[in-house]
C-alpha cells in the first residue's frame, strides 16, 4: 500500500521528537552513578604530542580494550601505530617477573616516558626501570633494588637517564648500563633532587616531584637539597584497617620551621657537589622557588625568595665556581609569586612573565638581566607562553585581552607590535604549537559545550577538525541557559557572574538561590569554559527549581595581580564583602526569594562558606567541604605569601579566623572532610566542630574515609552528592 504524508506532517512529527529528547530531566544516576553514568564530557583527545617533523603528533586510541599510540598526520588525520606493541609485549614477556597482564598493560599505554628522540622509552615496573628501544626485540632492566625509584629522567643527548632513591640521586649511562650514586648522604629528612610535600604543593606544581633539572650539553646536573630535620611531622590516620595505619609527612605549618634548601651542581661522571653560594640569604628565610639552566650550559639561573615572598631574585650561578649574579629582583606592593622560567632566545637575551604592574605580561631583557622593553601591556593578563617564532619574529601566548572569563591565543611581535588573536570562536582555548611554529592544536571549550579540538594554522587559519566530540546525550536533557553577566560592587568594581535559571523559568514567581564559591587569590570560578561534572548537577539542581549563581570577588577574579592583592593579610573579609554585594544585586530581582540563598565551596571555597555562616547573616545554608578554619592550620609557604608570618600579622590572622567565630554561626551548615586530606587536615573541621559544640551550635558533618583533599571514590562521589543535594533541599 503507498502511503502518502504530507510534508507539514513531517515536520511537525520531526519537531515534536526534538522536543521530546529535550525534556527529559538529570538524576545524580546519570552524572555520577559508577556504572549508570552518562559520558557528558565526551572523550575527545586532550594531550596530543607533536613529533619534532612539525607534520605529525602522537594520538592515543583505544579498541577492543588495548590502547595504541598512533602516529597522526596533521593535515589529514591519517594514522599508522607509532612503534609495534606486540613487539614490546613480546620482549615484556621473556622478562622474569613479568606476568602477561603486565606485559600487555605496558605495552598498551596512552603516554610513554621518551627519551628525547623518541626512539625509545623507560618503563617503571615493580619499583624498579627498564629500558627498551622501540622496534627491537629486548628490555634491559636497569634496576633492581628492594627501594623505589622516582622522577626518572633521560638526559637531553639520551644517552643517561636520571633518578632519585632513597633520597639520593643516580645516574645510569645507558651504553654500559653503569648506575652511579651522585648523592650519598640522602635519607628521609634530607632529599637530593626530590621536592618535599610543601615545595611540590605550593612552588613547583601538584604531581611534580622531581627536584633537579639537567644541564643542556647532558653533562651535569643541577638539583635541590631538601633538609627536613626541623620540619613538623604531621600524622594522618586510616581508621579502616583494623590496625590502624599511620602515615607521618613532613608539613610545615604558617609560622612553623620550613625545609632548608641548597642548591647543588654535579658532574654526571661523579666527583663532589659544586654549592651554590647563597650567603646572600638567611637559611631559615629562603625559598628556591625555580631552577633553570641557560643554553649554554654555563650557568644554573634560579629564582630565590623570603619565606613571606615579598620578592623574588632572579640569580644566574657560574656552574664552576657557584659564585652568583643577581640579575634583577622583582618586588610589588604586596607579595610575588613565582611563575615561570626564563625563555631563552637565540641572541642570549630572554623573556620573563611578571606582574610588577598589577598585570601579568611578558618583558623583554638582555642577557645580563637589563630590561629592553615591555612587551605586552595592558589592564588583561598573560595567561601562557607558548613560544617564540625567532625566524619571523613572533611571540605566541594565551591572554584575557579579549574576555576575563575567557582565554584566547594570541601573538605579537617581539617589539611589542602587531597584537593579534588568533582564535575568534567565543569561549576558552588552550594552543599547542609544533615546534617550527607553523600549526597550532587548539582545544576549546564553551560553557555549553565540552571541549573539542582542532587544527589551525599559525595565521589562524583553521586546517582541520581533528574532534568535534559531538555529545548527542546532551540533547536529550531540559537545560537551563547559563547566562554571563557583571555586577558592580559597592565600591564600583566589576565583579564577573553567572546565572542559571531553571529550564522552565516564570519571572512571576520566586526562586530560591543556590551559589558557589571558590574565592581563593586569582582562582576565578567564573569562566566560559565546560565545567564537566558539577555543571550538571548545578543544572540538576536548577531543574529542580533553583537558581544556580556563581559570583566571583574580586580577588579571585583574575583580573590581575592588583585585584587579588586586596586581600593581602586578612583574608575573608573583602571576599566576603564582594560576594555579599553579588547577594545584595539578587534581592534586587523580583524573581529571587531572598530568605533562601545558600552558599557552598571546596578548600578555599569550604573556608569562604564556613567564614560566611560565622560572619554573615545573608545566607541560609552553606556546604563546606575540606574548609582551612584557621590560617595558622594550613601550610607556611601558602599562608604566608598571602598572610605573612602569623608572628608579623597576629591580627590579620586572628580576623580570617572561622574557628575564633564559631559562636556566631547563622544558618544551616554542612562540613564535609576526607579522613585522610593530606593538605588541608581534618583537623581543621575538629577544631571547628569543637567550639561549634562549645558553643552549643547545631550543624551536619560527614567524613569520608580513605579520601583526601577530594573525593574521588566514585562510590563515595555519588555518596557526596546524594547528601549535598539532600541538604540543599531540605534546608532550602
Not at 13 to 34: H, K, N, W
Not at 214 to 237: C, G, M, T
Not at 530 to 535: A, K, N, V
Not at 637 to 665: D, F, K, W
Request: glycine share 8%; aromatic share 12%; with cysteine.
Amino acid at each position: 500500500m503507498n502511503k502518502r504524508v504530507t510534508l507539514p506532517f513531517i515536520l511537525l512529527f520531526i519537531l515534536s521528537g526534538v522536543g521530546a529528547a529535550q525534556e527529559r530531566l538529570l538524576t545524580l544516576d546519570d552524572i555520577y552513578d559508577p556504572v549508570k553514568r552518562i559520558n557528558f564530557n565526551g572523550s575527545p583527545p586532550l594531550n596530543l604530542m607533536w613529533l619534532s617533523d612539525g607534520e605529525h603528533y602522537l594520538q592515543s586510541k583505544t579498541s577492543d580494550g588495548r590502547t595504541q599510540l598512533m602516529k597522526v598526520e596533521a593535515t589529514t588525520g591519517a594514522a599508522v601505530p607509532f612503534f609495534d606493541s606486540a613487539r614490546m609485549e613480546a620482549a615484556l614477556r621473556r622478562l622474569p617477573g613479568f606476568s602477561e597482564e603486565d606485559a600487555r598493560r605496558l605495552s598498551n599505554q596512552a603516554s610513554y616516558n621518551f627519551n628525547p628522540a623518541r626512539t625509545a622509552v623507560l618503563l617503571n615496573h615493580a619499583n624498579d626501570l627498564f629500558y627498551y628501544e622501540l622496534g627491537s626485540d629486548r628490555v634491559v632492566r636497569l634496576t633492581s633494588t628492594p627501594e623505589e625509584e622516582t622522577d626518572a629522567t633521560f638526559s637531553p643527548d639520551g644517552r643517561s637517564i636520571a633518578f632519585v632513591r632513597a633520597g639520593n640521586l643516580y645516574v645510569i649511562d645507558l651504553a654500559t648500563g653503569r648506575e652511579r650514586a651522585l648523592t650519598s648522604d640522602g635519607s628521609d629528612e634530607l632529599l637530593n633532587g626530590r621536592l618535599d610535600w610543601v615545595y611540590e604543593e605550593e612552588l613547583y606544581g601538584r604531581g611534580n616531584t622531581r627536584g633537579y633539572w639537567w644541564s643542556p650539553d647532558s653533562k651535569r646536573i643541577a638539583y635541590l637539597q631538601l633538609n627536613e630535620k626541623s620540619v613538623h611531622r604531621f600524622a594522618v590516620v586510616d581508621h579502616v584497617p583494623r590496625l590502624q595505619e599511620l602515615e607521618q609527612t613532613h608539613y610545615p605549618l604558617a609560622g612553623d620551621p620550613n625545609p632548608l634548601v641548597r642548591l647543588g651542581i654535579v658532574s654526571i661522571v661523579g666527583g663532589p657537589t659544586r654549592w651554590v653560594d647563597l650567603e646572600a640569604y638567611v637559611p631559615t628565610d629562603l625559598l628556591i622557588s625555580r631552577v633553570a639552566w641557560t643554553p649554554d650550559a654555563k650557568r644554573v639561573v634560579f629564582q630565590a625568595q623570603n619565606r613571606e615572598q615579598t620578592f623574588l631574585d632572579l640569580n644566574a650561578a657560574d656552574v664552576e665556581t657557584g659564585r652568583v649574579t643577581t640579575l634583577f629582583r622583582e618586588t610589588t606592593r604586596a607579595w610575588v609569586e613565582a611563575v615561570d622560567n626564563p625563555h631563552w632566545l637565540r641572541d642570549g637575551s630572554f623573556l620573563w612573565r611578571s606582574e610588577r604592574n598589577g598585570w601579568m605580561h611578558l618583558y623583554h631583557y638582555a642577557p645580563d638581566g637589563k630590561l629592553i622593553r615591555q612587551v605586552t601591556n595592558g589592564e588583561w593578563e598573560v595567561r601562557d607562553l607558548y613560544g617564540v617564532d625567532e625566524t619571523n619574529g613572533w611571540i605566541y601566548f594565551s591572554a584575557t585581552e579579549h574576555s576575563p572569563i575567557a582565554e584566547h591565543v594570541y601573538r605579537i611581535k617581539l617589539d611589542g607590535s602587531q597584537l593579534t588573536r588568533l582564535t575568534q570562536i567565543e569561549g576558552t582555548h588552550r594552543a599547542s604549537f609544533n615546534p617550527q611554529f607553523t600549526r597550532f592544536i587548539d582545544y576549546w571549550s564553551d560553557v555549553r559545550t565540552p571541549p573539542q579540538v582542532r587544527l589551525f594554522d599559525a595565521e589562524g587559519r583553521l586546517v582541520r577538525v581533528i574532534d568535534e566530540n559531538r555529545v548527542e546525550a546532551l540533547r536529550q536533557f531540559k537545560l537551563g541557559t547559563p547566562e554571563f553577566l557583571q555586577v558592580k560592587a559597592r565600591d564600583g568594581f566589576i565583579m564577573e557572574a553567572m546565572m542559571i535559571k531553571p529550564p522552565d523559568f516564570d519571572p512571576t514567581k520566586k526562586y530560591p538561590v543556590m551559589s558557589y564559591t571558590y574565592s581563593g587569590p586569582h582562582a576565578p570560578s567564573v569562566r566560559n569554559a565546560w565545567g564537566g561534572p558539577t555543571y550538571m548537577w548545578h543544572q540538576m539542581l536548577a531543574q529542580r527549581g533553583y537558581i544556580i549563581w556563581i559570583c566571583d570577588n574580586r580577588t579571585a577574579s583574575g583580573k590581575g595581580a592588583q585585584s587579588a592583592w586586596a586581600a593581602y593579610g586578612n583574608f575573608g573579609e573583602l571576599e566576603l564583602r564582594d560576594l555579599e554585594d553579588g547577594i545584595a544585586y539578587l534581592r534586587s530581582l523580583p524573581y529571587v526569594d531572598a530568605s533562601r540563598i545558600g552558599l557552598w565551596g571546596w578548600s578555599f571555597g569550604g573556608y569562604m562558606t564556613s567564614y560566611a555562616l560565622t560572619h554573615s547573616q545573608s545566607f541560609r545554608l552553606g556546604i563546606a567541604g575540606a574548609p582551612v578554619t584557621d590560617w595558622h592550620l594550613y601550610d607556611s609557604i601558602y599562608t604566608e605569601r598571602y598572610m605573612r608570618l602569623p608572628q608579623n600579622n597576629p591580627e590579620g590572622y586572628r580576623r580570617s579566623s572561622v574557628i575564633r567565630a564559631a559562636s556566631n554561626l547563622h544558618g544551616k551548615l554542612l562540613l564535609i572532610h576526607g579522613t585522610i586530606d593530606d593538605n588541608v587536615h581534618l583537623q581543621n573541621s575538629i577544631q571547628l566542630i569543637y567550639e561549634l559544640q562549645k558553643a552549643g551550635k547545631q550543624f551536619q558533618l560527614m567524613l569520608y574515609p580513605k579520601s583526601r583533599h577530594g573525593v574521588s571514590d566514585p562510590l563515595l562521589v555519588k555518596h557526596l552528592r546524594q547528601m549535598m543535594t539532600d541538604f540543599i533541599l531540605n534546608n532550602l
